[in-house]
């Protein structure tokens, strides 16, 4: 895991938003190794087992935890790509650290002092993703509080800030502000086009705009880039709006590489 630290070279999270089928993950994993070989760009696989924040309480969530760890696992020793999921509390924090590389603290649970003790504690590399309510200042006590463990294997995702009702803004300042704290700061290119709740049961988004985001972190500096994908997103059961289409993905993590190299020459 330590070229993902070298803050030098870009380096990717991308997978379905939740785990589906075995077949969808299989999918979006062989494709997602195959450009990390092409492109030399590393890439972590993210998958869900349960996303407990959804809008409606008949919003699809997942495989549950056992199955999902399991199919995690298989996508690590078929492809030999680092995986990651949510975790949302202590004990699914230690569950999940026995399977999987990387622990994600959704943006809603991420000034959770216990569960964000509780991941660090687990030795494991953790994505924290600042909350929507939060400005970038105030991951510096999301950090403190993590490091106090000792471990200072930690990754801070942007993913948009509130703006208004059903709507989110990025303001690409965070991302410098973030890095001075001395850790890898990603930008969220998906849930960061989606328009929360903006469906009345779901959310919505705005998928097209996930490309230009990605240009415009890679240009700011930022370590890496977070983003779902899928095989078909208009028919995925969670997030289809915001995640792009996996086809697509190799030009744009292309063109955003180009662009990534440029702004570390320019310093």
Known sequence: MERFFDRKSLFVIAG??????????????????????????????????DKANRTSINGYRGIGVENGLALL???????????????????????????????QLPAFLCRQTDLILAAANTGKVVNIKKGQFLAPWDVKNIIDKFTS??????????????FGYNNLVVDFRAIPIMRAFGYPV??????????PGGLGTASGGQRQFAPVMARAAAAVGVDGLFMEVHPQPDNALCDGPNMLELHTIEHMLSVVSAIHKIAQNCG
């Not at 995986?83 to 999987?100: F, G, K, M, N, R």
């Not at 930008?187 to 086009?193: F, G, K, R």
């Open 149 to 162: 463990t000792g471990n200072t294997s930690i990754f801070i995702t942007e993913r948009g800030t509130t």
């Open 186 to 195: 990603l930008l969220d290119v998906t849930h960061s086009v989606q328009l």
């Open 73 to 103: 696992s298989e996508v690590r020793s078929t492809f030999g790509l680092p995986v990651i999921t949510d975790v949302h509390s202590p004990q699914e924090a230690l569950l999940a650290a026995e399977a999987v590389d990387v622990l």
């Open 16 to 49: 379905p938003c939740v785990i589906e089928s075995r077949e969808v993950v299989l999918e979006t994993a062989r494709a997602l190794r195959d450009i990390s070989l092409r492109l030399d760009i590393p890439i972590i696989f993210k998958s869900s087992y």
